[in-house]
């Protein structure tokens, strides 16, 4: 993967960006550092934590402006303007290890490069810009509904309420300290994207049986996470794997 990465002054010198919070803005330059050579960026809530910097809303408003999109299962953030940015030379251009992502980025009408495109050698050549019909008619400042986009390819989607239901009495249940903290946890719940209120389920379900598993003898959860730093930190993006209850038993030991 290059390890320099550019900037086109027609995308961060546009009156769009240049109206974004400072929050949003920054954010935008360290995904063009890190996303790979193909502009996709992954444990985005891993990154946020690591910055110490934007949030959740950020996120959402550089998608409502069209300077990220997000794969429908939300994990995944790729940088709309990325071959505007930057254009590398074919023999310095590794694809992406997520293929899927790229498949359905593609399927949207984003183009990437492939064996035959790119500049051959030398300085990059504008005149290589990726940019579609349709990505031209967003930059004129059409604005799209980042949560219909991404619940468009869903074939079912729970109701918040008993999503927000579920993921309040997963926290509850396991530590009573939480019942303190629903009326908070529940604004947290509701500012997320849609797209992202099951994963925030899932990801409590998953920490509270891998912390179970850590610690078998803490049956009230008294040094657990707080359901809402759990949501504020977006904690429930590290959680996303299934975890199993741990048996006890050992292998190498034999019990």
């Given at each position: 993967?290059?390890?320099?990465?550019?900037?086109?002054?027609?995308?961060?010198?546009?009156?769009?960006f240049?109206?974004?919070?400072?929050?949003?803005?920054l954010?935008?330059?360290h995904?063009?550092?890190?996303?790979?050579?193909?502009?996709?960026?992954?444990?985005?809530?891993?990154?946020?934590?690591?910055?110490?910097?934007?949030?959740?809303?950020?996120?959402?408003?550089?998608?409502?402006?069209?300077?990220?999109?997000?794969t429908?299962?939300?994990?995944?953030?790729?940088?709309v303007?990325?071959?505007?940015?930057n254009?590398?030379?074919?023999?310095?251009?590794?694809?992406?290890?997520?293929?899927?992502?790229?498949?359905?980025?593609?399927?949207?009408?984003?183009?990437?490069?492939?064996?035959?495109?790119?500049t051959?050698?030398?300085?990059?050549?504008?005149?290589?810009?990726?940019?579609?019909?349709?990505?031209?008619?967003?930059?004129?400042?059409?604005?799209?509904?980042?949560?219909?986009?991404?619940?468009?390819?869903?074939e079912?989607?729970?109701?918040t309420?008993?999503?927000?239901?579920?993921?309040?009495?997963?926290?509850?249940?396991?530590?009573?300290?939480?019942?303190?903290?629903?009326?908070?946890?529940t604004?947290?719940?509701?500012?997320?994207?849609?797209?992202?209120?099951?994963?925030?389920?899932?990801?409590?379900?998953?920490?509270?049986?891998?912390?179970?598993?850590?610690?078998?003898?803490d049956?009230?959860?008294?040094?657990?996470?707080?359901?809402?730093?759990?949501?504020?930190?977006?904690?429930?993006?590290?959680?996303?794997?299934?975890?199993?209850?741990?048996?006890?038993?050992?292998?190498?030991?034999?019990f």
């Amino acid at each position: 993967m290059a390890k320099k990465r550019m900037f086109s002054q027609e995308v961060v010198r546009s009156d769009d960006f240049l109206d974004l919070p400072q929050s949003s803005q920054l954010l935008y330059f360290h995904f063009g550092m890190i996303a790979d050579d193909d502009g996709i960026v992954a444990s985005v809530g891993r990154e946020l934590r690591y910055l110490g910097f934007g949030s959740k809303d950020d996120l959402k408003i550089l998608s409502d402006k069209n300077f990220i999109d997000f794969t429908v299962d939300g994990k995944l953030v790729f940088i709309v303007h990325w071959l505007k940015n930057n254009n590398l030379r074919a023999d310095r251009y590794i694809q992406t290890d997520y293929k899927a992502a790229r498949a359905e980025l593609e399927a949207k009408g984003y183009q990437f490069k492939g064996k035959k495109v790119g500049t051959p050698l030398g300085i990059p050549n504008d005149n290589h810009s990726a940019a579609t019909d349709t990505e031209k008619d967003k930059e004129k400042g059409l604005e799209k509904d980042i949560d219909i986009d991404i619940d468009k390819g869903k074939e079912k989607d729970k109701d918040t309420n008993s999503l927000l239901t579920e993921f309040l009495d997963t926290f509850i249940n396991f530590s009573s300290k939480n019942r303190s903290k629903r009326s908070v946890a529940t604004a947290e719940f509701i500012k997320l994207p849609s797209f992202q209120r099951e994963q925030a389920l899932i990801g409590a379900k998953n920490y509270i049986q891998s912390y179970r598993n850590e610690h078998p003898e803490d049956e009230t959860g008294q040094y657990s996470v707080n359901a809402v730093n759990f949501l504020s930190n977006m904690m429930f993006m590290d959680y996303q794997e299934e975890v199993k209850a741990d048996s006890g038993y050992d292998e190498e030991l034999g019990f």
